[in-house]
């Protein structure tokens, strides 16, 4: 039994309706720039700037998703970059133990504001708000007020490296082409896989239409994104991490048994907990995993800087958490994807970056950022009320 | 008459919760309501306290002479009629001065004049008869002192009804008569009072009128002061209900002792020296629908959440076997794996993830059922949604509807399909039909036989006494944190079951078994 390619559309169009935005956004400042937004050099960029803000939105939804919130990344972020650079500059550690150390820290400071949160039921915005304060006030005694820099070449590659080209190729890096027409395929495999898996079930599923052109398009757009960056310097390191923490985090979310039970602990606590799900063990956990992406990203912001500063991360927790409302997550918990927080995250840095090649300043972007996220939330619940 | 309720009628969705009910009641007297649960004396002070407005209700309201129509609570605590709900609305960190004058503070231009307060809150003490300074929190003074607390504020707004929601049922003897004295006291001094109660022995102390309601009609009034009113009839008026073919036939195959409850006691978990359950010994045979009958508070859902995983309560102490072997269920996790499932009385609140779908809902409690190392089969899941949706027929469109939009006997099957997929061998249904029209409730009491059929322990806690009688084969009645009577379904009736409740408190009734 199927659905009209036409019905199942306006079902499904709030679904899609996030990346249809950022779609429309994208054309508008390609119009606007005159076709720099989508240069492969700016194409870069876009990737590079981004990254951070991507790797923690994907804690952060987990964190919203279960029903709190997580003020302290911006902080942990320059106190990950501030210890990394004490560690490798200073003391000269190889990158590898100094990495490890990093994770852990971040791990640890994760774990520790879990259990205020999980275990003693302190509200997660106190617990993180004073997270803040003291992280913000360890990376600032960890630099003693100073910038410490610059890091060594290989850890620097996390951030300004890019795969390398095997196969050679002057103005085309033929490797970065085809690692991205590979996963278009595997992309292709996978639905098709899943697709059969639940006609054998007897599910409904998408009308075959729509099925082959939504897939048609995503395949065409992941060549043009890998051919566009292949023309310029390839795929960035950073990039490849990002989209395998994507995929990991989209495979927890919606196909196992973890995932599924963080669902369930946003959606009703009591009711989780009375179906035998460990609540507060699950919280718990969701501020540890936040930690350990706080952590990533700190280690790739201060690599992308070459430098970790005392004002480091600074205000990132604004972005992480706008990302993840915008990709429509929930305030009251349950509800989010983390696709959704993806597509968030480029919402807010195709405007970032479209409005600085358009010179606006920094304050009316920061007005207009803040009325995106006002709308994108109203619509959002304006079409909830309705239903 | 001070008041006069005519031909009240109070629909919910089309459904008469109220149906032409008359309520009179003279200047000046202690005037009784009493019904079982559900009969509808809480709507009906609902109505006559403005909480339901004028012209949400059929019928007409008469107070002191004039027809009321009351827009909210405000106006008819103009009029001088005041409530006081089961559940105190008093705030706990406020003073009992602040409390009293809550919304109706002593003040010039917005500044409250606390001295004047303070004195006129020592009158009403006084009056109430409680020795504590206007500057004490309500939280440093126990339930028997607030609830006067409560009467004091009614006083200082020139109450002329006082309406009292289950006023003792958290109080202790000495407090409640003391309680019972103050009424006497206020109708003295000119305040009538209706109470709402299921303590027929108080009723008999204070009351001078009687009205019983049930399934929303009025279907009995007394004059105590006519002559002398046995309880006996009063039961009979509150229950005496036909009984239809309303429950499906079984012929119960009971085999050996399953589950077993033993000496169990729970505190209260705020108040860790309030007793909730005082030692309850309870036994399920394989096949067996166990009822647990009482009135609301009486301490049933207490007991089945504090052996369902500690999920209710502080100081748990007693003993939980299963084939006779003791047994660890003091996680929830432990309780499920030990073979216990526990449907929620509460399935908007405990029981469903409601902005989920149903087949979401239905694996929730055995997701390993549906799962290879963690990773979820979305086929599987599937198959077993519609599997549970087919055998309980579950009304919806899609077993991907969010459960929020179901019907409350249809969300009510999401849940017994949910422990049912956990495939446990005691199911413990708390009130499984409240809320839920005639045929599913049909639906669900099938279900139940079909469970014991197959050799689960079904105990069921219930508010309906027609449906303990109608289900159960056998049926402990709890009271005030006790199991004060033992049936067999045969010998039970809803008289004996009533009156083994209302009675515990003066005598312990020959019926208390073990």
């Known amino acids: 039994m199927t659905e009209s390619t036409g019905s199942f559309l306006k079902h499904n169009l709030r679904e899609y309706g996030m990346l249809i935005s950022l779609v429309a956004i994208m054309a508008f400042f390609q119009f606007m720039t005159d076709g720099t937004l989508l240069q492969p050099l700016n194409l870069t960029n876009l990737v590079l700037q981004n990254s951070y803000i991507v790797i923690m939105a994907l804690g952060m939804l987990l964190v919203i998703v279960a029903g709190h919130i997580d003020l302290s990344v911006g902080s942990v972020v320059g106190f990950i970059g501030a210890l990394a650079a004490v560690l490798m500059v200073q003391f000269e550690w190889h990158f590898v133990p100094a990495t490890l150390v990093c994770l852990l820290a971040g791990a640890a400071i994760g774990a520790a504001q879990g259990w205020f949160v999980a275990f003693f039921r302190i509200p997660s915005f106190i617990v993180t708000l004073a997270g803040m304060l003291v992280f913000k006030g360890l990376s600032l005694a960890l630099l003693q007020g100073q910038s410490v820099g610059p890091f060594p070449t290989t850890f620097q590659l996390l951030s300004s490296g890019f795969i390398p080209d095997a196969l050679g190729g002057e103005s085309l890096r033929t490797t970065s082409l085809l690692v991205g027409i590979a996963g278009a395929f595997a992309l292709i495999v996978t639905k098709l896989r899943e697709r059969a898996n639940q006609a054998r079930h007897g599910m409904e599923s998408e009308p075959t239409p729509f099925f082959i052109g939504k897939n048609l398009i995503f395949v065409a757009l992941i060549v043009a994104f890998s051919w566009k960056l292949a023309s310029y310097k390839g795929l960035p390191n950073v990039l490849i991490i990002m989209t395998l923490l994507m995929l990991l985090y989209d495979f927890v979310t919606t196909r196992t048994t973890i995932g599924r039970r963080i669902y369930a602990l946003g959606g009703n606590e009591k009711a989780a907990r009375l179906s035998g799900v460990k609540t507060q063990w699950l919280s718990f956990y969701t501020f540890v995993n936040m930690g350990v992406l706080a952590a990533i990203a700190g280690l790739v912001f201060a690599a992308r800087l070459n430098t970790a500063t005392p004002k480091a991360g600074l205000g990132f927790e604004l972005d992480v958490i706008a990302a993840c409302f915008i990709g429509g997550a929930s305030a009251s918990g349950g509800v989010g994807k983390v696709l959704g927080a993806v597509i968030g995250a480029f919402v807010m840095g195709v405007m970032n970056n479209g409005m600085s090649i358009l010179g606006i300043g920094i304050d009316y972007q920061q007005v207009i950022k803040g009325l995106v996220l006002l709308a994108a939330v109203f619509v959002d619940v304006y079409n909830k009320g309705k239903n | 008459m001070l008041l006069e309720m005519r031909g009240i009628t109070k629909r919910f969705h089309g459904v008469a919760a109220l149906k032409d009910v008359n309520l009179a009641v003279r200047a000046g007297e202690i005037h009784a309501v009493v019904g079982e649960n559900g009969a509808g004396k809480s709507t009906l002070m609902k109505v006559l306290s403005g909480v339901y407005p004028h ?36 705030v706990p960190l406020l003073s009992i001065a602040e409390n009293i004058f809550l919304g109706n503070e002593p003040a010039r231009l917005g500044v409250i004049d606390w001295f004047a307060a303070y004195a006129q809150t020592q009158a009403l003490l006084l009056k109430v008869g409680l020795r504590e300074s206007p500057g004490t929190l309500i939280t440093d003074i126990g339930v028997g002192k607030q609830q006067l607390v409560e009467i004091a504020k009614a006083l200082s707004k020139k109450v002329k009804l006082l309406i009292l929601d289950e006023p003792t049922a958290s109080l202790n003897e000495t407090d409640s008569d003391a309680l019972l004295a103050l009424l006497l006291d206020l109708k003295s001094h000119g305040i009538a009072c209706i109470l709402i109660s299921h303590k027929l022995n108080e009723i008999a102390k204070v009351a001078d009128s009687i009205t019983v309601i049930r399934d929303g009609s009025t279907v009995r009034s007394f ?46 978990p705020e108040h860790a020296d309030r007793v909730v359950i005082k030692g309850v010994s309870l036994k399920a045979r394989r096949g067996e629908i166990v009822g647990i009958a009482g009135l609301m508070g009486a301490g049933r859902t207490e007991l089945a959440m504090s052996v369902f995983g500690r999920s209710y309560g502080r100081r748990i102490s007693g003993r939980v076997r299963l084939h006779g072997r003791e047994t660890d269920v003091s996680t929830i996790e432990k309780a499920v794996k030990a073979g216990l499932a526990y449907v929620t009385e509460d399935r908007k609140g405990y029981g469903l993830i409601l902005a989920e779908d149903i087949q979401r809902n239905i694996t929730l409690a055995h997701l390993e059922g549906v799962s290879n190392a963690a990773v ?37 099957k999401v849940v017994l399909a949910k422990w049912l997929f956990a495939d446990p061998e005691v199911l413990i249904l708390d009130e499984p039909t409240r809320g839920i029209d005639v045929g599913a409730k049909f639906e669900i009491y099938s279900l139940m036989a079909d469970l014991a059929a197959a050799g689960k322990c079904v105990v069921m806690i219930s508010s309906e006494m027609p449906e303990l009688l109608g289900m159960c084969d056998r049926i402990y009645v709890m009271n005030e944190g006790r199991f004060v009577a033992e049936f067999t379904g045969e010998e039970a009736s809803q008289e004996k079951i009533m009156r083994s409740i209302v009675r515990t408190g003066t005598t312990l009734s020959d019926q208390r078994l073990q």
């Open chain 2, 223 to 268: 004059d105590c002061r006519a002559g002398p009113v046995s309880e006996d009839q009063v039961i009979q008026a509150m229950v005496g209900r036909e009984m239809a073919d309303r429950y499906p036939r079984r012929t119960p195959d009971i085999g050996d002792t399953v589950f077993e409850i033993d000496d169990w006691r729970v505190h209260h």
């Open chain 2, 55 to 90: 012209g949400e209700y059929e019928g007409e309201i008469h107070f002191a002479g004039v027809e009321r129509r009351f827009g909210g609570i405000h106006d008819s605590e103009k009029a001088g009629i005041i409530i006081i709900h089961q559940e105190l609305a008093l």
């Open chain 2, 376 to 412: 979820i089969d979305d086929g599987r899941e599937f198959a077993v949604a519609t599997e549970y949706r087919q055998k309980l027929r579950i009304r919806c469109a899609s077993v991907f509807q969010p459960v929020m939009n179901l019907s409350g006997g249809n969300q009510q």
